[in-house]
Structure formats: C-alpha cells, structure tokens
C-alpha cells in the first residue's frame, strides 16, 4: 500500500519555466491538499480539493493552479516559475471530515527556481 | 487571525532526559488539534489528535493534552530516535484544512 506518492521529488527550474507536480493517492480519499514548507514559516495550504473536479483556493494561492481530473490524482502547475516559489511541496489527503480523521502525507517534492 | 505558534523553536536533550513541547493557538472554532512528526527529507506522519479541553492522548514516550489555549507534546525518558519535527496544526473547518505551527526541532543526545 504506497499511501500517498509525489512525483518528482526533486526539480530545479529556471525563472519562467513551467512544470507539474503529481500527487496520486491509492486509499480512496476525497480531499487532498497541496502545501508548501519554507524554513521558519511551517507547511502553508496552497490549493485543496473536496471531490473530483472541484479545486479551491488555500493561504497562498497565487503562482499555481491545480487539477482533480480523477479522485486519485490532484496536480499542482506552475506555469512560470519564480525564486520565491523555492521550497518544498507536500501533498496530501484524508477521508472526509468526520472524528478521528487525520491527513496522510506524501513525502515532499524540494523545487529550486533559479 | 487565526494563529498557531510552537515553542521553543529548538529543544536540545540528553537520552532520558524528560521534556514538553508547548502550542499555543488563537482561533476560532476548533474542530481539532493535531501533532505531527517530521523526520528530515520526508513527510510529516500523524502522531495525535485531540478535539476538546481535557483531553490527553499517550503514544509510547510521547503523551499530548490539551488546554483551552494551548497543547503540550511530553516527551519521556526520550531516545536518540525521538530526534525530529514536531509539528503541531489545527483544524477550523469542516474540509479539514490544516494550519500549522512553524514546529519544535527536537535533537536527543545519547
């Protein structure tokens, strides 16, 4: 059972170069998450989604745009790079919301912008 | 504004040596509490949740309670493989969106 799988797990970009990241999940879960991690600031919601086919805006939106075509799968796209999109990107999801519910984590994706 | 922070930013302790990790959050409508772990290069893995005042939680060496404002992780009699993250976020919505705290770095000496 993979859990939930991030692909790649290291990029490095140039300035206005565009690219996606891949999150699949195998365990049935309706919500998943994209969060980024910057040294000091703790993982911050970037884009999330409660169903397929429905995306919503997190904290820190601007610069991405994101996809649920299937349940499994939600994709997070930078269509042009900046430095201050360097840091590291999780994934994750959960079942929805009832008690004892917490979120699974993918194992990150470290994106250098230069 | 909702608000969540982590205290101290770095926790340095010898094996055996006893210790809590303090969140302290502002806002409103908790709908639940969690701590998570985070071991370099990977993903943050869940440890607890707690949902209301009162309520503690205990995991081997590591027990989490909670406070009206505040949760603390003890950690107890902790072991060189307790050096990690220790993340603390909360949930205010009913789409399970996490905030987090910036985390309490954790390195056990032998």
């Known amino acids: 059972n993979a859990g939930v799988t991030q692909t790649p797990k290291f990029r490095v970009l140039k300035t206005g170069q565009s690219m996606t990241l891949l999150c699949a999940q195998d365990m049935n879960h309706e919500y998943m998450y994209w969060y980024r991690q910057d040294p000091g600031m703790g993982l911050r919601l970037i884009h999330y989604?409660?169903?397929?086919?429905?995306?919503a805006k997190g904290e820190v939106p601007d610069g991405y745009n994101v996809s649920r075509l299937k349940k499994q799968n939600f994709l997070l796209g930078l269509e042009s790079a900046a430095p201050s999109q360097t840091s590291v990107y999780f994934c994750?999801?959960?079942?929805?919301?009832?008690?004892?519910?917490?979120?699974?984590f993918g194992q990150g994706t470290r994106l250098t912008v230069v | 504004e909702d608000q969540v922070t982590q205290s101290p930013e770095a926790l340095r302790l010898q094996e055996g040596e006893s210790s809590s990790l303090n969140c302290s959050y502002t806002v409103s409508g908790l709908r639940g509490l969690f701590w998570y772990r985070q071991d370099p290069g990977k993903g943050p893995e869940f440890l607890f949740t707690l949902y209301s005042a009162g309520e503690e939680k205990e995991k081997e060496r590591l027990k989490a309670t909670l406070t009206k404002k505040e949760s603390f992780l003890h950690i107890t009699a902790p072991k060189p493989e307790d050096s990690a993250t220790y993340l603390c976020a909360v949930v205010t919505d009913s789409w399970g969106k996490l905030q987090f705290g910036a985390g309490t770095q954790v390195v056990v000496t032998p």
């Open positions: 994750a999801s959960s079942p929805p919301q009832t008690m004892n519910t917490e979120a699974f």
């Open positions: 989604s409660v169903g397929e086919g429905t995306t």
